[in-house]
């Protein structure tokens, strides 16, 4: 089944609007920060891959051609990975599979996106003017989720709130609104109904790394290592008669052959804390019924009861999450980077206390691309019993 | 460079079926048609249902159309319900090639389809991939792929490594080659000349040199180990895959040379026996001769019997095509062993190296 693979170096810039740096420079400060952690240079790197949402964003065609020289790839493979949202996730992915395969030792993971370069909106309508953007097509299946589960209107607000106090104690995050409050979420102006301004991510400049590695190079790394013990990818048609856009078949697949993969058999006990990727702030309930965490029609309940908290049973999001920051290319794999630094303990303020294993995610297009990881602290985790 | 990127990693990985759409000028159609139509007759020649392939991996770029998100479209045509294991790259398809092969490595899926798919006709190509160079330096000169390529083509008469004359000789050739290709755009015969006697349109370069964009696709089925000879009495293996990455500001190369395919081909071990054919993805006539050199192609290997880029480049596909070339002569017995090639970039800036062989 390949060999091990682990997280042994993350890197992030700020994700506020980087006006300050280059598309190059951007990619540049999050893959020397990762080298650092990793104990490594850009010498040291077998291979590059590089993840990011559509060109378009910012205007450059197959960017892995001007970034190379940034990217310290010159002399190397780099390789471009695009799967819509999900690509940060499905980036992590691929890397691992490099390392997995026998054939790379150290590979450099590094998604980014420069918002402020372009109109994200427009993009995301593909390519024409006055389209309604993700929330537009996400809305009304948050309304179905919301009358399919009968959650009440708070629930959103109350992620919405969750987030953004979670992101006060991460420095990078794009948003630290220090007010935020229910009042403030449901006061903010309706974009699509039934949700607000504050229920929604911002656009954000940013680049994340990550090096991946061998076993053997992993164990002589100087910090701790984020073993990836499983990984998952599901996609899904965009639309077709009878599709549940809600309950989406390719995410409850990802996560049944994720968890099978990983040997678990109670996500919700077994996880320790979660990144999801959720720019709207009902993706929170419905992912975690999504993906098999909570029982169908369950998910708000979770949320409602301050699980998903930073001090609750279920952590989601302790970074802020995509509700927090969103160059979106980067989204991803910022998800699958904060699962990874938790299980190291290297969460700074916002570190689950005992964290051992976690899960990082990403969805993308119309709901239709899922990519998923499992990382331990551990090579072999010790599951708890859910019996 | 640390780790031997060359070592086997042991599991024997075989193409063991290849489809490409023609070549065409203005395909009418949208592209998943395209891609369907590979994906279907892939599915067709091999007998195996959709759900019998593991993972799928596609390679093609949304500037071709001009839509971003324009891949996720492709997914109709490769079939998407129940849902599947795939992933994609903006990249060319023999980058998919590369990505599937490493994934077939790790040993727990055993057969992937990839598909490299492009229908630039509705935009200006040249247009389009000049916002391949760097948004800050370059792309403000508004240097297009054709206009480096003239560079590159000059600094190769500077350096009396080539003449125009070797330039049209490619083309000849090319056109000559193509003529028995059904699936070849351009098929029309002119002699050395005929062709030199037409005006620049990037000197040194004539409208002739620069490859036909086309819209078209291609897709190959990978299999891992003893499940591939039954598939196929004569599987093409990948002996070995490696691409390399230079320098993108030209100033700061040797734009005569290509260290970056002298690597790949030493890690893909293209020296390691007699190659009998070469398919190189050759999208300006004097590319032909920069690849051949790096490569250390001697006489006995036959380049481009296909035609190559240059009787039809549809954009993506380009680099597998030149696998699926030289694997359906491995698969048909009309060579043992061969090398595809594909780039990617200006001036040859990006280049993967497959070294593929039948059985004996």
Known sequence: MGRPCAVIGTGQTDYRKRLDLTLDGLVRWAALEALEDAGLTFGDVDAVVIGKAPDALEGVVMPELSLADALGAVGKPIHRVHTAGSVGAAAAITGATMVESGRYDRVLVVCYEK?????????????????????????????????????????????????????????????????ISIEKVKESPMLWDPLHFLESCPSSDGAAAVVLASEEVARASPGAPAWVIAHAKRTEFASFPGRDAVRVQAGVDCASVLYKKAGITDPRRQIDCAELYVPFSWYEPMWLEGHLIAREGEGWRMTEAGDTELTGSFPVNPSGGVLSSNPIGASGLIRCLEAANQVRGRAGDYQVDGARIALGHAYGGAAQYFAMWIVSADLQPKLADHS | MNGDTTRSTGRDVAIVTVSQTPSVAAFDGPEPVLVMRCVNDILNQTGLERSEVDFTIAGSCDYNSGLPFAFVMNLDGIGAWPPVYESHVEMDGA????????????????????????????????????????PYFMAPLGLDPTSLAGLQARALLDRELATERDFAEVVVRSRQAGASNPKAMVTEQASVEELMAQPYVASPLRAHDVAPTADGAAAVLLVAGDRARELRERPAWIRGIDHRIESHHPGFRDLTDSPSIRTAAAHAGAADGPIDVAELMVVHSHEELIVRRSLGLGEQTVVNPSGGPLAGDPVMATGLVRVAEVASRIMDGTVRRGVAHASSGACLQQNLVSVLEGDD
């Open chain 1, 115 to 179: 918002q402020s370069e372009g109109n994200a909106t427009w993009a995301l309508s593909g390519g024409k003017s006055g389209g309604q953007g993700a929330g537009g097509t996400f809305a009304p299946w948050i309304r179905s989720y919301i009358q399919r589960s009968g959650a009440p209107e708070h629930i959103g607000w109350k992620v919405a709130v969750k987030d953004r106090q979670n992101a006060l104690r991460n420095p990078h995050a794009h948003l630290h609104i220090e007010d």
């Open chain 2, 95 to 134: 980058w998919a090639l590369f990505e599937a092969w490493l994934r077939l490595q790790v040993g727990d899926v055993d057969t992937a389809l990839v598909i490299g798919s492009g229908r630039p006709s509705p935009g200006n190509h040249r247009e389009a991939f000049a916002l391949q160079t760097d």
